[in-house]
């Protein structure tokens, strides 16, 4: 009997350890298109799509005797990737299905950091791998690993569109790549074309390889199918930022044409994401487009926000790239784009990546939250636009929290932005010297306790609104001129602290304290500014 027992009880562990390998090993059974590809496949059971956030932009000021100039650069693995990725799917469990077009080699002697104008000439010299030989496929794994390939093994039993295959190991027994030859449908009279393809499984450590490469190969190669490639038409769109040239041989046209082209591309084979022009904006959301009242608020609000800003914060130079603005559907699709360390954010401006990324809304919660809402996407908002519109160059962070404060406490009345005082930042205005807040670099202003932090953006707001306000007020106000005269210095100094200094030098600061604490301790001076247009 006791031995019955011991045979019973390991033939239920190993029932169990089986059973708990097949419920994290991925199995194809979920039909799906990417029409920017032409392909129909299978995805993992309950996989969520995952975007990559756009290029993340690097600035560099150089200095060669008296010359100084300003560059931004990519860096040129991730500018690689983005041009081969289709899209990319993880599981519930955390096993990552990679789809990659393999469109040519790696570019040899770049450097990390790159112009995208340096880097467009050297692939403009690659010659397009569609009918290269098997060794130059693998040359391009190897590319992509960064580390030699293994020898392939090629499968057999493929047919049509599926013209061959190949199953290749990786230093990582859990990650198989997949090198496959398709003849894709170009639609009307070109016939199909062979097109070369890489499928990237990063398995979870628990997972049964065998048991999701048989699944593959079984189930996802055998269903494989094609449709006619489905390109993106362009928007042609009137921007309202000017045009012209930025410097050197990249037009603006040429760069603002890319980065909306870009941002649609970027979620063109992913299921359940839209992207929607709105003037300046491309509006990318996993949200059925006018079935969600947060997307509606946003393509009424966005044009005249971004507007007000220009009127407020002229540009230096035009704009050379479209804002992207990215608004989730599931609160844990936010966090994991975010990341855990901002999993509590609202919402999220990332300055290298010029992106805004938008926390999801419960619907049944959203007409109680609304205002808060889009004061919140206001803010973060005109961080973005400042951004690009002085791109490279950096202002001091009391001029960007202090706009975006301003217009967080703005509403929107019948397409005009109309700019309220904020009570609690009022209450606070005078607690911090104007000399200390200038004082202020990013790390002193944002790197402090919750009471001074508070204070550090209250006299921000209250500082802006107290000129820009009063200014609109009085054309009389002696303090006119303070903030497009520092944006003047700005582009002459090519510094935000500079700049500063610059303009102190025409306005003393004791005399704009002393204002400063007078228009906030005169209530006839704030009633009259919130009756200015």
Known sequence: MKHILLVGSLFLGLWGTNLALAQVTPSFVVPTDLPGAGLRILLPARSVEEPLPPLERRTYRFRQGERTWTEERYVAREIWLRSHLLGQWRDAHGNRMRILQMRYRFPEGLQEDVMRSVYDAAVAQLPDLAEESSAALLDWVGDYLQSEPVVPVVLQHVSHPLQGAARLATDNPQRVLYV????????????NVLQNFVVDLDLVPDADVARALQSFEERFLRSLDVMPVRRPSAP?????????ATGGDDPLA??????????????????????????????????????????RDLERTLGPM????????????????????????????????????????????SPARSELVIRPVEMRHYQQAREQILSTIYHEAFHQYLSLATAPLQVCVWFNEGHAELFEASRLQRNTIVFEENASAAQRAIGLPLERLFALDHSGFYNANDAQRRQHYATAWALIYYLRRSAAADPQFAFAGFLDGYMQALAQTRSGPDALRLVLARYPLAALQADFEAFWGSARRRRAVLRAP
């Open 180 to 191: 496959l030859r398709i003849a894709v449908a170009q639609g009307g009279l070109a016939g």
């Open 236 to 244: 042609v769109m009137e921007p309202t930022s000017g045009s012209g």
């Open 254 to 295: 040429a760069r603002l044409a890319r980065s909306r082209a870009e941002a649609h591309a970027s979620v063109a084979n992913l299921r359940n994401w839209q992207s929607v022009d709105i003037g300046d904006y491309v509006l990318l959301s996993d949200q059925r487009r006018g079935a969600h009242q947060l997307i």
């Open 306 to 349: 971004r507007d007000a800003f220009a009127v407020v914060v002229p540009p230096l130079q035009p704009i050379a790239a479209v804002g992207v603005i990215r608004v989730f559907a599931e609160q844990a699709e936010y966090t994991r784009y975010v990341g855990e360390a901002y999993a509590w954010s609202a919402g999220l401006w």
